[in-house]
């Protein structure tokens, strides 16, 4: 036969119905209560102005990429009091505030508990990083909205419940267990999360006592076995007793035996003891008489070892003035022999001494013999008055010049300080990088210049090159072109690390995840992009060139840009292309950006209908850094070649840093 089934699991009282009751239930409009009604979105993201009422039920959000279907996804999240960090887009609201504006807001009505009382959450934000809360039009903390979001059981940081699109690897890195516990939680009823960990802590406990029966039992079973075992020895405890007895009885006999046997050694031992006194006795009369010479013998022992001690000092102290006579003695010789080597001095000296005078002697009668045998002489005074006035007017000349000089060397130490001034100033304005850092943390990422510095210090972690942020290694001269590419690209690529390795991107996301700064990895640099070629119905509409073509970049980072931004399919065309921007259409082009405004063209799958957006180009606000920098830096280096160029004195050439010469 077969075994009897096992009885099924209890039910938990009311599970069912405590389900039922607390799942909400439709009204007559078909809305749950805590369904969003309407949403209103002013200056926010992309949008100017939009205001949308979604349906009761399922509701769908279709467009093409860029068309903001993200936007509202941020708008519902934000105005629900989520962290903007949840989004992956920036880590404050006001990156969220369309360009160009100083505030926007985001406005949701929520179902109420009955039809025609929606609860209107308001959430002002602006571009100093602040909030306001509105609830039906009154100003309220934080904490009231958050209470209202939790009364409908809207949780935000749920993936079950809200899955952004930047957190869906971390919804398919969940194990079935917490994908369980996520559902659980959002399924509305708030009883069933508690249940089931009850249900779960229970089995634990089920499987505990199941373990510790089966230890109970298998310690029975020993304990009978060593019951056994241990009757033997009760048996063998009885015999041992009965000996124990006996041995008790012969203990109480022996002290009686030792007894006699100690009194019959101590009357032997008083014995011994006074035959040893009486040893004794005579040694110590021995020891009396030979005691007096000892003590004679000691006093001459000191004595002596008085006297030694007294003549070893006197030969130590003789011993010392000995020295001291000898050192002298050294130094009076060496003395003496200086003292004879500068009388061997003095006398050769003496005999040159001499010498010169035997010469000089001889020489003077020369001279005596000599001047008797001239002529008389006569002082050209026509000639001395001449040099005379040479000499007045070269001292002179030579008086203006030093002038001259001085008010130079004046010229010169002022030309030099303002040379000095414009190298500090051109110090200052060496770090391109750091304008362009300053740009990026201006736009949201704070952290950007710890992230670019570690990767900096650390590059011999990575096994190839790493580039970032995208910013600092693109390199682009016009200012137009540049708001086009800035406009064109989106926000986080520019702020974004580009790796060419898997190990290398792994290891740098866990790095700059505290730093909240996106990673991206290139593994094939030999990128395809569109062939550049500008035809002759594009030269006619005003088509000059295309986005990919106006900067210069390493390969992975052009790589990059042209995979994320499609950067080899925008074209740029002038004033003309402006105005025949209908007819740029049917040359296939899909996306164009002229002086005054940017078109985006996209064809619809279904219908093949061609549908256009067209936005205003604004200015570039992160290359605008880069470029206002190296405008500065030509003019401080032309105006520090005027000054070199206006020094008359060489010597100020030299001090010139090797570049400016």
């Known amino acids: 036969m077969a075994p009897p089934r096992a009885a099924k699991r209890p039910k938990l009282e009311g599970s069912s119905s405590s389900a039922h009751a607390g799942a909400p239930q439709r009204g007559e409009d078909d809305y749950v209560p805590g369904n969003i009604v309407e949403i209103e979105l002013c200056n926010f993201m992309t949008y100017d102005r939009l205001v949308c009422r979604p349906g009761p039920r399922l509701n769908l959000v279709v467009g093409p990429n860029g068309s903001g279907k993200s936007s509202l996804v941020c708008a519902i999240a934000l105005a629900l009091a989520a962290d903007p960090a949840i989004l992956g887009r920036a880590s404050s609201v006001r990156a969220f505030v369309k360009r160009g504006e100083d505030s926007g807001h985001v406005k949701l009505s929520l179902r109420g508990d009955a039809p025609g009382r929606d609860i209107c959450i308001t959430r002002k934000i602006d571009t100093n ?15 009231d909205i958050i209470d209202v ?17 930047d957190r869906v690897c971390e919804f398919a890195k969940l194990t079935p ?10 399924v509305g009823d708030p009883n069933l999360p508690v249940q089931h960990r009850l249900l779960i802590e229970r089995s634990k406990e089920l499987r505990v006592l199941e373990v510790t029966v089966k230890q109970k039992e298998q310690t029975l079973n020993n304990l009978k076995a060593l019951n056994a075992e241990q009757e033997k020895d009760v048996q063998r405890v009885w015999q041992r007793d009965t000996l124990l007895k006996k041995a008790e009885l012969m203990k109480k006999k022996l002290p009686w035996l030792k007894y006699d046997m100690k009194k019959l050694e101590f009357i032997k031992v008083q014995e011994e003891e006074k035959s040893f006194k009486m040893k004794m006795e005579e040694a110590a009369k021995i020891w009396q008489d030979a005691k007096a010479p000892i003590e004679e013998l000691k006093k001459k022992k000191m004595t002596h070892a008085s006297s030694t001690k007294k003549i070893t000092n006197q030969i130590n102290q003789n011993t010392n003035k000995r020295r001291e006579v000898t050192d002298e003695e050294g130094q009076l010789s060496a003395r003496l022999r200086t003292t004879f080597d500068d009388i061997e001095d003095l006398k050769r000296q003496e005999r040159s001494r001499q010498q010169r005078i035997s010469n000089a002697r001889d020489a003077l009668a020369a001279a005596e013999k000599e001047l008797q045998d001239l002529q008389p002489y006569e002082p050209p005074r026509a000639e001395m008055a001449q040099l005379t006035d040479k000499i007045a007017q070269t001292t002179c000349g ?14 010169l130490a002022q030309e030099k300080e303002n040379l000095r001034k414009c190298s500090d100033r051109l110090k200052q304005m060496e770090s391109k990088n750091n304008k362009l850092l300053q740009a990026l943390e201006r736009t949201g990422a704070d952290k950007i210049s710890e992230a670019y510095y570690w990767v900096q210090d650390n590059k011999n972690m990575f096994r190839a090159e790493v580039y970032g942020p995208v910013l600092l290694e693109v390199n682009i001269q016009n200012k137009t072109h540049a708001a086009y590419l800035e406009n064109h690209v989106p926000n986080y690529v520019w702020k974004s690390f580009i790796t060419q390795d898997a190990s290398d991107r792994d290891l740098l996301v866990r790095q700059l995840k505290h730093y909240g700064i996106p990673v991206l990895n290139c593994v094939n640099n030999s ?33 990059v840009l042209i995979t994320q931004a499609s950067v080899d399919q925008s074209y740029i065309g002038t004033d003309q292309a402006d105005q025949r921007a209908d007819d740029v259409v049917k040359l296939g082009i899909s996306d164009l950006w002229t002086p005054r405004n940017h078109y985006r063209w996209s064809r619809s799958r279904y219908g093949g209908h061609v ?16 470029m206002c920098y190296n405008l500065r830096l030509d003019k401080l280096v032309e105006h520090m070649v005027h000054l070199c160029c206006c020094g008359d004195d060489p010597r100020y050439a030299k001090g010139m840093p090797n570049r400016m010469v």
Do not use: H
């Open 398 to 411: 030579i008086n203006e010049l030093k002038l001259r000089r001085k008010e130079k060397e004046r010229q």
């Open 129 to 143: 990083n602040k909030s306001e809360w509105l609830l039906d039009g009154a100003s309220v903390p934080k904490k």
């Open 149 to 165: 979001i939790k009364k409908f059981n809207i949780q935000i940081n749920n993936l079950t419940q809200f899955l952004p699109q």
């Open 177 to 186: 267990i917490q994908l369980l516990e996520e559902t659980e939680k959002a």
């Open 527 to 559: 990128f395809r992009c569109e062939p550049f070629n500008i035809t002759l119905e594009m030269e006619q509409l005003g088509i000059k060139s295309r986005l990919d073509q106006e900067f210069e970049a390493p390969p992975a980072v052009k790589n």
């Open 611 to 626: 549908s256009a957006n067209v936005d205003s180009v604004y200015p570039s606000r992160l290359f605008m850094c880069g």
